[in-house]
């Protein structure tokens, strides 16, 4: 608990320069405010041994600037790589019936929609799918029935109301 409270004292203390001196580094606010989050979230994983330094405001400085840095770079590739190869080609619009089905997919638990996308989907078999996720067999048998369950009675629910209508 000491060090949570040690640690929103040094972000108390340090954020609003901190975000300061990233913004005027780097021009955009947003940009500034993701890499000072960024910049935060490591200094928490690190705080046993940077709430002892003589410094930890320079460090979380120095990785904050990392950050912005990185993503100038990753900028900068991307617009060489536009500038080299154009566009890329645009993709065709969804069909109806995928629009339809991704709709219908979101209305199921997350659990049964990885099990039926992974599955039905990718064609990847029961065994790897229960691997990946860590999921017993049984269980992702079981989810796949209640999605496929599910996923036909939303379906059925539209096609019924767009004929009705």
């Known amino acids: 608990m000491r060090d ?7 972000y108390q203390g340090t954020r609003a320069r901190l975000l ?3 913004y005027t580094a780097g021009g955009d606010l947003a940009e500034a405010q993701d890499a000072a989050q960024e910049a935060y979230a490591r200094a928490w994983q690190h705080w046993a041994r940077l709430r002892d330094s003589p410094d930890p405001e320079a ?11 990185h993503r100038w ?3 900068r590739s991307r617009r060489r790589a536009y500038q080299r190869h154009g566009p890329p080609p645009t993709a065709p619009a969804p069909s109806e019936d995928t ?13 049964q929609r990885q ?5 039905h989907l ?4 029961i065994a790897q799918i229960a691997a990946e996720t860590g999921v017993a067999v ?6 796949l029935a209640r999605g496929r369950t599910a996923l036909a009675a939303i379906l059925g629910t539209e096609v019924q109301e767009a004929e009705h209508a």
């Open 122 to 125: 990718l064609d990847i078999p």
């Open 20 to 22: 300061a001196y990233l």
């Open 73 to 75: 770079r990753s900028l």
């Open 138 to 143: 049984g269980t992702l048998k079981a989810r």
């Open 99 to 111: 629009v339809t089905l991704v709709a219908a997919l979101r209305q199921l638990p997350g659990p």
């Open 4 to 10: 949570r409270q040690a640690f929103d004292e040094f």
């Open 115 to 119: 099990a039926i996308v992974l599955h």
């Open 59 to 69: 460090w979380v400085r120095t990785v904050g600037w990392r950050v912005l840095s």
